[in-house]
Protein backbone atom coordinates (compact mmCIF):
# COMPACT_ATOMS: atom_id res chain seq x y z
CA UNK A 1 0.00 0.00 0.00
CA UNK A 2 0.95 3.64 -0.69
CA UNK A 3 1.22 6.17 1.81
CA UNK A 4 -1.62 7.98 -0.02
CA UNK A 5 -4.04 4.90 0.62
CA UNK A 6 -3.04 4.63 4.42
CA UNK A 7 -3.84 8.82 4.49
CA UNK A 8 -7.15 8.22 2.61
CA UNK A 9 -7.97 5.13 5.19
CA UNK A 10 -6.88 7.38 8.18
CA UNK A 11 -9.12 10.06 7.04
CA UNK A 12 -12.10 7.43 6.09
CA UNK A 13 -11.62 6.65 9.99
CA UNK A 14 -11.70 10.57 11.14
CA UNK A 15 -15.17 11.22 9.21
CA UNK A 16 -16.71 8.11 10.92
CA UNK A 17 -15.64 8.90 14.56
CA UNK A 18 -16.98 12.55 13.82
CA UNK A 19 -20.38 11.44 12.40
CA UNK A 20 -20.78 8.40 15.44
CA UNK A 21 -20.00 11.94 17.67
CA UNK A 22 -22.04 13.97 16.41
CA UNK A 23 -24.87 11.09 16.28
CA UNK A 24 -24.68 10.59 19.73
CA UNK A 25 -25.06 14.50 20.43
CA UNK A 26 -28.59 14.11 18.27
CA UNK A 27 -29.25 10.95 20.68
CA UNK A 28 -28.65 12.74 23.47
CA UNK A 29 -30.27 16.29 22.30
CA UNK A 30 -33.43 14.71 21.68
CA UNK A 31 -34.38 12.27 24.80
CA UNK A 32 -31.82 9.76 24.82
CA UNK A 33 -30.14 8.52 27.89
CA UNK A 34 -27.74 5.78 27.91
CA UNK A 35 -24.18 6.80 28.18
CA UNK A 36 -25.25 10.24 30.15
CA UNK A 37 -23.57 8.76 33.56
CA UNK A 38 -19.82 8.36 31.79
CA UNK A 39 -19.90 11.39 29.35
CA UNK A 40 -21.28 14.23 31.96
CA UNK A 41 -18.89 14.11 35.12
CA UNK A 42 -20.80 13.44 38.50
CA UNK A 43 -19.68 14.24 42.55
CA UNK A 44 -21.87 12.33 45.18
CA UNK A 45 -23.78 10.65 42.33
CA UNK A 46 -25.32 13.97 41.00
CA UNK A 47 -24.11 15.27 37.60
CA UNK A 48 -21.67 18.47 38.00
CA UNK A 49 -23.66 20.57 35.41
CA UNK A 50 -26.59 19.59 33.05
CA UNK A 51 -26.17 20.32 29.27
CA UNK A 52 -29.13 21.82 27.48
CA UNK A 53 -30.49 20.35 24.27
CA UNK A 54 -29.69 23.64 22.36
CA UNK A 55 -25.87 23.59 23.53
CA UNK A 56 -26.25 19.86 22.64
CA UNK A 57 -27.18 20.29 18.85
CA UNK A 58 -24.58 22.89 18.96
CA UNK A 59 -21.91 20.06 19.63
CA UNK A 60 -23.60 17.75 17.06
CA UNK A 61 -23.46 20.48 14.16
CA UNK A 62 -19.83 21.33 14.96
CA UNK A 63 -18.89 17.65 15.07
CA UNK A 64 -20.44 16.99 11.88
CA UNK A 65 -18.91 20.18 10.17
CA UNK A 66 -15.49 18.69 11.34
CA UNK A 67 -16.38 15.85 9.69
CA UNK A 68 -17.76 17.44 6.13
CA UNK A 69 -14.52 19.54 6.60
CA UNK A 70 -12.16 16.39 6.61
CA UNK A 71 -14.50 14.51 3.66
CA UNK A 72 -13.77 17.79 1.59
CA UNK A 73 -10.00 17.49 2.26
Same mark, same amino acid.
Given at each position: ?? !?? %??? +?? +?? /???? =?? @? $?? $????? #??????????? *? !?? !??? &??? %?? $????? &? *???? /? !? =? @? +? /?????? #??? *? %?
Amino acid at each position: MT !VT %RYI +AI +AG /LFEI =AI @F $LI $LAGLH #FFWAFGGHPGN *G !VA !VPE &KDG %RP $LFRPG &K *GITI /L !V =A @F +A /LLSCSV #FFA *G %R
